[in-house]
């Protein structure tokens, strides 16, 4: 259910996709110092633009240094990290471990288990590390699971639980930004869940998986499902329009008005063949 929220490569400076990958490249050492290497197979782009926005807006001291790595092992890769990075790194454990559960529960796919296993160590790490926002995140896990179950038709009941969910991810501290960093985190949460539907409905149909636009009594389940990924981004947008962001923040808004506008036209051309 993640990898929805990233840049357009093509649309970027060099500079700014030097910084972004610099970002990216911090995320996984940093998993991998705070966690495990098997970890840093978790990585994915939400969690860094989660480090971009919070940094973008508390502007934390960053550690800059560039080194080599086992995907990069002939040329130096430069690596940005901050106190940020850190509790990126920790959400990221914790959303991917209940990612693989929720893959093994609807497909019973073995890898996802496999991995689950092994990220079990972690995970505890992480949710004793954050407990509450472990606790939170369980709470919503468990509100999509039953509204599942139930096969409901209300595609705003269970989106708005993930959007809940990555709410609290957003929330780094509690200070005057917290309202708005709930509203970026919810509608980020309700695009990621409305997206990743409409990518799966055919899937879902054939192995009779849920999916809330599968169950709708309406013509055109396609186009409804592509209208809500795209009204949910336009909130978004606005709410990340609110905050007085300057570092970075044309990668932000690379992200925003031009990578996950790519992505939902990738989606697009997918279903087209």
């Not at 929220?5 to 500079?15: D, H, Q, S």
């Not at 998993?31 to 197979?41: A, I, P, V």
Request: include cysteine; charged fraction near 30%.
């Amino acid at each position: 259910m993640f990898g929805y929220v990233t840049i357009n490569k093509m649309e970027l400076k060099f500079k700014e996709y030097y910084s972004y990958r610099g970002y990216y490249c911090g995320l996984c050492k940093c998993l991998k110092t705070e966690y495990s290497n098997l970890s840093r197979f978790t990585l994915n782009y939400d969690m860094t633009f989660l480090i971009l926005l919070l940094s973008s807006l508390y502007e934390p001291e960053n550690k800059s240094y560039n080194e080599r790595c086992m995907v990069h092992p002939t040329k130096k890769q430069l690596v940005i990290q901050n106190e940020i990075t850190e509790y990126a790194a920790s959400m990221n454990i914790m959303l991917s471990y209940y990612n693989m559960i929720d893959n093994w529960n609807d497909e019973r796919d073995v890898k996802s288990l496999a991995v689950c296993k092994a990220l079990e160590r972690n995970f505890k790490k992480a949710s004793l590390k954050y407990s509450e926002k472990a606790d939170k995140i369980k709470e919503r896990l468990q509100n999509i699971s039953k509204l599942e179950k139930e096969n409901t038709q209300d595609v705003d009941a269970v989106s708005n639980e993930f959007g809940h969910l990555m709410e609290e991810i957003f929330l780094y501290k509690r200070d005057e930004w917290e309202k708005i960093l709930r509203k970026v985190g919810f509608y980020a949460g309700k695009y990621i869940y409305f997206l990743d539907a409409y990518e799966d409905m055919e899937k879902d149909e054939k192995s009779g998986s849920y999916n809330p636009f599968n169950n709708l009594e309406i013509e055109d389940k396609k186009d409804y499902a592509r209208e809500l990924s795209m009204l949910n981004l336009s909130f978004l947008s606005n709410e990340i329009e609110k905050l007085p962001l300057e570092q970075d923040k044309g990668i932000i808004d690379n992200i925003i008005y031009s990578g996950i506008l790519n992505k939902i036209n990738n989606v697009d051309k997918e279903k087209i063949k």
